[in-house]
């Protein structure tokens, strides 16, 4: 790991179809819209869409390395965020995420040690600690036939 502090530039360039290219080094551009419930298409990535999959991939990329470095053995992670946006004290934002994690192990696996993980993976995100909302996780575990 490079020391702190990290720094990550991303460009957005605002086209007038009103769709946005992000790009970033060393990456593909993304296209980015306003999401149908801003009368956008709907059919590009929104801010709002990639901040709730910013949150769904740091906690899974989160899960492996620590997985990994306490060398617990595990088969498959599934993670998916619902992020809310509401009104706040009169400011939009988002005021909560919801990952449910489902994580298949083998039937040697210890259980309550694969939560322990899953719940350090949550709550030690970057991402997640970064945002200013409620968060929620919710575990499934399953065991592989």
């Known amino acids: 790991m490079h020391p702190f502090p990290h720094q990550y530039v991303v460009r957005a360039a605002l086209h007038s179809s009103s769709s946005t290219t992000l790009s970033k080094a060393n990456l593909p551009e993304l296209r980015s819209a306003p999401p149908e ?14 901040m709730t999959a910013a949150v769904a991939d740091c906690f899974a990329l989160n899960f492996g390395a620590i997985a990994a470095a306490s060398k617990f053995e595990w088969m498959a992670l599934e993670a998916s965020t619902t992020g809310t946006l509401d009104r706040h004290e009169g400011k939009m934002r988002f005021v909560r995420f919801d990952t449910h994690a489902q994580l298949t192990l083998a039937p040697s696996a210890n259980v309550e040690r694969a939560k ?6 949550e709550a030690t995100c970057p991402i997640s600690n970064s945002l200013n909302c409620e968060r929620h996780l919710q575990i499934d575990i399953r065991i592989s036939e």
């Open 116 to 121: 322990m993980l899953l719940e350090k993976a």
């Open 37 to 50: 419930e801003f009368g956008g298409p709907g059919d590009h990535w929104s801010p709002e869409a990639l």
